[in-house]
């Protein structure tokens, strides 16, 4: 079979092919550069403007103390980052049915954008969680001292 294998020119992609089967479902690294990449950047990130979008904490374990969302939205000057006008968390399909972990990336979400209202005295921020193949997207608004949250739009995609 080798021999037939190196003889047709098939040889270097079948040796790369992986030796057992993968049984994992696609996880939060692969459901960023199949779907969610091309799709949020065309809506979020304006050079021009100097704001860019970018990947920050992508992690598919357990995430109960971390302090960075997933994704964040910055103005940016050069090499300085200085303003976060919004941030992300995601969970893939397989982790989709875990209500508490989705639940706690809600909250993390929450408080990172209102973090954000704080340590920049914004009006508005944006936040956003994608679970498996749907997207919430939020605006977080502060009117004097209450903070309200507002659910924009959910985006599905195949």
Known sequence: MQHLI???G???PVETLPRFVIEDEPQEKELITRYLQ???VLLFETIIKHILFGWISINDNDKVIMLRPDASINVVYGAVVEQRLGC???KSQYQALNH???GLDLIRVVRLAKAALDKYKAITTFAFTAVGNHANFYALHRA???IYTMKLNI???P
Do not use: G, P
């Open 6 to 8: 190196q003889r047709t």
């Open 10 to 12: 098939f040889y270097q």
């Open 38 to 40: 091309a799709a949020l």
């Open 88 to 90: 992300d968390e995601i």
């Open 100 to 102: 508490r972990l989705t």
């Open 144 to 146: 004097k001292s209450n």
């Open 155 to 157: 985006f599905n995609w």
